[in-house]
Nanobody, 127 residues
Framework: QVQLVESGGDSVQAGGSLRLSCVYF????????MGWFRQAPGKVREEIVILDSGGSTSYADSVKGRFTISQDNSKNTLYLQMNSLKPEDTAMYYC?????????????????????WGQGTQVTVSS
């Protein structure tokens, strides 16, 4: 069993920065996939970035160059550094995890493939 707890959401002005944290409890084993997703009211959950246990990443075009995922295994924490925030980044942000690698399957990984989710942290960006 894996538990995920996000924090770091806040209200900021456009152009500002935030760093989200996701502490994970439990054992992910040596092969896993973790990621950040977001969901705005009335919209489907969007994959922002995924991180493979091998170190590979994949970013959504909407955040590429502005957001950076990182991981500190000594602290069991996944981070999402968000810079140059825009009003359209306003959403509830979720951390997710699954056993098994992100890449190399017969199709692209999707949100329903992730079995473990945090409760979310709200990010609001005002213009």
């Amino acid at each position: 069993q894996v538990q995920l707890v996000e924090s770091g959401g806040d209200s900021v002005q456009a152009g500002g920065s935030l760093r989200l944290s996701c502490v994970y409890f439990g054992y992910l084993y040596s092969s896993y996939c973790m990621g950040w997703f977001r969901q705005a009211p009335g919209k489907v959950r969007e994959e922002i970035v995924i991180l493979d246990s091998g170190g590979s990443t994949s970013y959504a075009d909407s955040v590429k160059g502005r957001f950076t995922i990182s991981q500190d295994n000594s602290k069991n924490t996944l981070y999402l550094q968000m810079n140059s925030l825009k009003p359209e980044d306003t959403a509830m942000y979720y951390c997710a995890a699954k056993f098994g690698r992100c890449f190399g399957g017969s199709r692209s990984i999707q949100a329903p493939d992730f079995g473990y989710w945090g409760q979310g942290t709200q990010v609001t960006v005002s213009s």
